[in-house]
């Protein structure tokens, strides 16, 4: 039996021994690491989901601690399992852990993705931030108008209770607050929800899928980060970013995601230099040849943007977009240069708790404040923060509205944003295109 670490970020390296490990007689597991997501290490993964197999429990520790962990728990595999990592990190993780002694995994789709008894289409990405989000609602709105009803089955966030979280249902506002969510979680879920549909979530995605399955007409996938989707897709699309060129040759798993798809949609057209999608558009036909790509843009739509001209503003962002996602400013900026703002405030001097360690080690942030909310005490602290900067007008880039359940004492507005394609190829044709196939016939 090869003992057996799985490197994660509290979403992947659960559902990687969920669906491979658990009931594994030739594999014991005996610890799971965690990075990226402040917070979410030095706790258990429950026994009541780890099976008969493990009746303590998995230990989860700070992935920092790995060279000591292969060593003291006689590890001979280190299982990578979380996204959105360049080529050459990965290979930093890897040979970590060769160097310990033990042997590097990365597993596949043929062991982790499941099958649905429904048409499923799936939505990834390159990277964190490309657009999958406005992607996915475009998606959901055209299948409804099409006549399907459509469940959302979204990549996991389980920062809390991981036992309660199992397997989850958000049908309406009452529900993300009785449940505590995030503001990661509500910038994903509050759009669907308010358009009508219900998102599945959790840990245990088998269950998750099986519970979706039973109003659904077509699962829709939608992918975390630029993770490959945990259910074995019908059709997928994949996003890329057009101010992120190259990136699909050089990130994990974004490069699985292309290779994939079977339509590409190179995002943020307008926003980036035409030379930026040429070099995607060459490495597209080197990487997938097969795949049929569609162009578009991501409009900004902002409240009341006459409010911006001349003033001294502070710019929020989606937090995983910039953290992770490596991007330096997002749509508040954007459209804060747009419409005229009479300065922009770095945000950092205002900074306090968790929010000064997110600029320190984020250095590539420019003039803006990630929404970051991953505990009750961060959200307090980006609260802080927020009241704490000297401006005139807050401009609000995040999917969610943080007026909901921040107590923000300056006045603000809101950008919105929606992705448009340019091009004869269009998501509702290639809509279209599937229903006349797949949908069809997996569903009689």
């Known amino acids: 039996m090869r003992k057996v670490v799985i490197l994660g970020a509290a979403g992947r390296d659960f559902h990687n021994f969920l669906t491979f490990y658990k009931d594994n007689p030739n ?43 292969v060593k003291k728990l006689q590890a001979e595999d280190v299982v990578f399992s979380y996204s959105d990592i360049s080529h050459v990190d990965l290979m930093h993780k890897a040979s970590t852990a060769l160097a310990s002694g033990a042997s590097f995994v990365l597993l596949g789709p043929k062991d982790t993705m499941l099958l649905s008894t429904k048409p499923v289409i799936a939505v990834c990405a390159v990277r964190t931030g490309a657009g999958k989000s406005p992607t996915v609602r475009k ?10 009803n459509v469940a959302i089955v979204r990549h996991p966030m389980p920062y809390g209770d991981l036992a309660k979280e199992a397997a989850q249902k958000f049908s309406s506002f009452e529900d993300l607050k009785n449940e505590k969510v995030t503001i990661e979680e509500r910038e994903e879920y509050e759009a669907h929800i308010a358009n009508g549909f219900s998102v599945y979530a959790g840990v245990d995605y088998a269950r998750i899928l099986k519970f979706a399955e039973v109003t659904a007409d077509v ?54 230099p035409k030379e930026n999608k040429e070099k995607i558009l060459a490495n597209l036909r080197d990487l997938n040849p097969k795949a049929k790509v569609i162009l578009a843009n991501l409009n900004d739509f902002v409240e009341n943007p006459d409010r911006i001209k001349g003033k001294k503003v502070l710019c929020i962002e989606d937090g995983p977009t910039l953290t992770h996602g490596g991007l330096p400013t997002g749509a508040a ?22 929010l ?41 880039g995040t999917p969610v509205d943080l007026g909901k359940f921040l107590h923000i004492e300056k006045p603000s507005v809101r950008v919105k944003y929606e992705i448009e394609e340019i091009g004869e190829l269009t998501i509702r044709k290639a809509l279209e295109d599937f229903r006349k196939t797949s949908v069809t016939s997996k569903s009689s």
């Open 219 to 272: 699962i829709i996938f939608d992918g975390g980060n630029n993770d490959f989707s945990f259910i074995r897709p019908d059709l997928l699309f994949v996003v890329a970013d057009a101010l992120r060129p190259g990136h699909e040759l050089s990130y994990h798993p974004g490069e699985v995601n292309v290779r994939m798809a079977n339509y590409v949609i190179v995002n943020k057209i307008d926003a980036a």
């Open 333 to 354: 900026f954007k459209v804060a240069e747009q419409f005229g703002a009479k300065e922009i405030v770095d945000p950092r001097k205002y900074a306090v708790g968790s």
């Open 27 to 69: 594999y014991e597991v005996v610890a799971f690491t965690a990075t990226q997501i402040p917070g979410i290490e030095n706790r258990k993964f429950p026994a009541e989901l780890a099976g008969k197999n493990y009746p303590n429990g998995i230990p989860i520790y700070p992935e920092e601690q790995l060279p000591e962990l």
């Open 356 to 396: 000064k360690e997110v600029f320190n080690m984020f250095a590539h942030l420019g003039k803006v404040l990630p929404a970051m909310g991953y505990s009750d005490e961060q959200v307090k602290e980006l609260e802080d923060t927020i009241n704490n900067v000297d401006c005139d007008l807050i401009i609000i």
């Open 139 to 148: 998606i959901s709105l055209i299948l409804r108008e099409m006549g399907y």
